[in-house]
């Protein structure tokens, strides 16, 4: 069902509806960034917040659903999912990165993204307070933003040793894990971390060349993927297989970027 099987009038109302979504998102957070709110943890054995924002931002999202494209299926963080009967299912992320919005970074984000039985093949990554949207896909690849609009493209440093990786976490997930992105950050000219879901967007917009990290869900994964792929990158497992259902996933600028660390990632 890939892009090609959808006409252009349906193309321009499934990226019309995925706006008003991060449109009603970025209005129903906003008024809560930086405020002390109060997180609810979801994880009995560590720390996994969740908050009144994320779940107003995802009501919000679904109430635009209800209204625009109400047969298809979504697949919500917070709130489940459902099948929907057009093939098509939203895939919602309302905040990615509550550690970081809890803690007043602007590096978390909105992820919509739509999807059939292959995998995604739009999304949005949006930044509601720097007010940044990243979009990709149906022959869009973009970024709206406080200087503008402008076209999205990804990096063409093709040796790790000048390239810039990224992840969220310094453990990145197991400790095997978190040895085989070290083995390929050690070769990187800077690592950086604690960037969410903002990480792709900056691979997206050609500033870093790689993010590498594990244990992610579906939800956390397949607008990133659009976006990136969009711009001309490369999201894959650690096994250069799909990462659309979340796991392990790196992220890269190019094909020759990607090859070098895969190749790291496959030995450690």
Avoid at 46 to 57: C, I, K, L, N, W
Wanted: charged share 20%; net charge negative.
């Amino acid at each position: 069902m890939h892009t090609h099987s959808l006409d252009s009038k349906t193309q321009d109302q499934l990226r019309a509806c995925a706006h008003q979504m991060a449109d009603a998102a970025r209005e129903a957070i906003l008024p809560l960034f930086r405020t002390g709110l109060i997180s609810d943890n979801k994880d009995a054995d560590g720390f996994d917040p969740v908050t009144q924002a994320d779940r107003a931002a995802e009501l919000a999202m679904r109430d635009v659903l209800a209204r625009v494209r109400p047969d298809d299926g979504i697949f919500g963080e917070e709130f489940g999912q459902s099948a929907g009967s057009t093939g098509l299912q939203w895939v919602l992320d309302p905040i990615d990165g509550t550690r970081g919005f809890i803690s007043g970074t602007p590096t978390w984000g909105v992820l919509i993204s739509l999807r059939d039985q292959v995998g995604p093949f739009y999304g949005i990554i949006d930044q509601p307070y720097i007010g940044e949207r990243f979009e990709g896909g149906f022959g869009h690849s973009e970024l709206v933003g406080p200087l503008g609009t402008r076209a999205l493209s990804t990096s063409a440093t093709t040796t790790l040793a000048e390239a810039t990786i990224l992840t969220t976490f310094p453990e990145v997930g197991t400790p095997e894990e978190g040895k085989a992105f070290h083995a390929v950050a050690e070769r990187c000219k800077l690592t950086r971390y604690g960037m969410d879901c903002y990480g792709y967007a900056l691979v997206a917009g050609g500033q870093v060349e790689l993010v590498i990290e594990a244990g992610l869900s579906a939800y956390d994964i397949q607008a990133p993927i659009a976006v990136v792929q969009a711009a001309g990158g490369i999201v894959t497992d650690w096994t250069g297989g799909p990462a659309h259902e979340g796991g392990r996933a790196i992220a890269a600028a190019n094909a020759d970027i990607h090859a070098q660390a895969l190749d790291i990632l496959s030995r450690v």
